[in-house]
Structure formats: structure tokens, C-alpha cells
């Protein structure tokens, strides 16, 4: 029975701009796979909201992400990928 990893930082489910840049680093999405995937998901944002995402909280520009945006971020990019396949 393999043994649970520890949870090395607190999970706040308004700010989850640090599991979206893990996720963005290793699956090689930029700012514009994003855009481009929303946009076709009927769902509209400024470029500057999306690059906030990827900013570390304090710095200029930074913009929250909530757990429910992640969802529809990473929702938006399998349906586009799926489609594409």
C-alpha cells in the first residue's frame, strides 16, 4: 500500500494561481492555448487576467484564480485538445 505524499503549502480554494502554473509547466500551456481555448468555450477575458494567473501572488499583475476557473481552464483545454486529436 503505497503512502499518501504530504501537502507541502495550504490549499486555498481562491487562489489556486500556484497549481495553474505547475499545471501550465508541465503540460506546456501558454497564455494564448488559454485564451484561444476559452474563447472557443464562448468564455471571454482579458489577456492581462490570464497572464495575472501565472504571476506569484504580491507581484505586479497578479490576479487570483479560483478552484472553479481552474476547472474551466483545464476543462477548455481538453475539449480543445480532444477536437483536435
Not at 499518501?4 to 489556486?16: D, K, T
Not at 492581462?48 to 481552474?70: Q, V
Amino acid at each position: 500500500m503505497s503512502k499518501q505524499p504530504p501537502l507541502n503549502r495550504g490549499v486555498n480554494p481562491l487562489r489556486m494561481n500556484w497549481l495553474w502554473r505547475l499545471v501550465c509547466e508541465v503540460g506546456y500551456v501558454s497564455v494564448d492555448d488559454v485564451m484561444s481555448a476559452l474563447t472557443e468555450a464562448g468564455i471571454q477575458l482579458s489577456r492581462e487576467r490570464a497572464a495575472g494567473w501565472l504571476k506569484p501572488e504580491g507581484e505586479d499583475g497578479y490576479f487570483p484564480l479560483t478552484i472553479a476557473e481552474l476547472e474551466q481552464n483545464l476543462r477548455a483545454l481538453q475539449s480543445v485538445r480532444s477536437s483536435s486529436a
